[in-house]
């Protein structure tokens, strides 16, 4: 496929009268309609300042940022705002408009002078609060709803801005676990409905491993790369996002978990769904959790059954406690490393 958006060798920063603070160089990645794509890493790794270079808010360092082939930095205003439309998440707070006015306001880019909207124009609007499930709020005012729903309003507002490109600057940031995966599956879904090409920021690792189609992601040490996401996940670039900050990513549950270097360590036998819970409670006990196949712990974790459980503790071979919740285990393991 050929790309909406490209960088070519782009260098982002910052410049200070004649000199220049570079966060990242050499960025060469790509977007493409239909693709879900989310932007990760760690505060200060650059996220904000590349997502502000190639929306032509902040120019680069070098280098260049292309929309359909063209420069976005040669492309007046109104020409950008029919190709590029942007959600941020500060956009929220405009309470005294109802939900129609807002997502009317995306329309400014195709309407004339006064902005007066054409049955063409109202049609998109209608069409915008109906792709996001918004429709029966039309009359509400944004202040009456809820930050799921004003983040579903602002979304209708950049669809009906009739754009190719959509950004979004963690539009996950502030709603409930709930309302977060309404908002990653509605875009995830609205990409390859339309063929637009969606990105977005997110802190959410969990959520965009799950729907994102495509992964930038920015290490600690600034370096970026991007790929189809589960391959990312299985070339190690999660784990690189956060050197030296004491976690390391689980692949099994697609997350970051506690990296405990501790002189106790343990195994665990039991189903994956099990697993996850008995390795949380170590860890949080100050037990590092070891692979499937390591030798040498001090512990073994088996779990037989599941109404009643039976949590088995091994030590040097030996069976030490048959217990009957986590809650157990964890005393009985804190019981024999105090003495």
Not at 107 to 134: C, E, N, Q, Y
Not at 245 to 265: A, E, G, K, Q, Y
Not at 317 to 337: E, K, W
Request: aromatic letters at 4%; proline letters at 3%; a neutral charge.
């Amino acid at each position: 496929m050929k790309p909406i958006l490209e960088t070519h060798n782009l260098n982002i920063g910052y410049r200070n009268g004649s000199s220049a603070v570079e966060v990242a160089n050499n960025i060469n990645i790509a977007l493409y309609q239909g693709e879900l794509v989310c932007l990760i890493g760690a505060n200060g790794t650059g996220k904000s300042t590349l997502l502000r270079t190639l929306a032509a808010s902040q120019r680069p360092l070098a280098g260049s940022v292309t929309i359909d082939g063209s420069d976005v930095f040669s492309l007046s205003r109104k020409r950008l705002s029919r190709m590029l439309a942007i959600v941020n998440t500060d956009s929220t707070q405009a309470g005294g408009l109802t939900v129609r006015e807002l997502v009317a306001l995306g329309r400014h880019p195709h309407t004339g002078w006064f902005g007066r909207l054409t049955k063409s124009d109202s049609k998109a609007v209608d069409t915008a609060m109906l792709s996001v499930g918004i429709t029966d709020k039309a009359n509400r005012f944004m202040a009456e709803l809820s930050d799921g729903e004003r983040q579903k309003a602002m979304i209708a507002k950049a669809l009906a801005q009739d754009t190719p490109i959509i950004f979004l600057d963690e539009p996950t940031a502030f709603l409930d676990i709930a309302s977060k995966i309404s908002a990653m599956q509605l875009l995830h879904e609205l990409a390859h409905r339309t063929g637009k090409a969606i990105l977005l920021s997110s802190h959410d690792i969990a959520q965009v491993l799950t729907f994102a189609d495509r992964l930038i992601a920015i290490d600690g040490s600034h370096s970026i790369c991007c790929g189809p996401t589960d391959d990312m996940v299985l070339q190690g670039a999660m784990s690189r996002l956060f050197i030296g900050n004491n976690i390391d990513f689980d692949p099994s549950t697609c997350n970051f978990v506690m990296n405990c270097r501790l002189s106790h360590s343990a195994r665990i036998d039991a189903p994956n769904d099990m697993r996850h819970i008995i390795a949380n409670a170590l860890r949080r006990n100050d037990i590092r959790v070891e692979a499937d196949d390591a030798c040498g712990t001090d512990f073994v974790v088996s779990v037989r059954g599941t109404s009643p459980i039976d949590i088995i503790l091994t030590a040097d071979g030996n069976t030490v406690a048959h217990c009957p919740s986590v809650a157990q285990l964890i005393a009985t393991i804190n019981n024999i490393t105090n003495n």
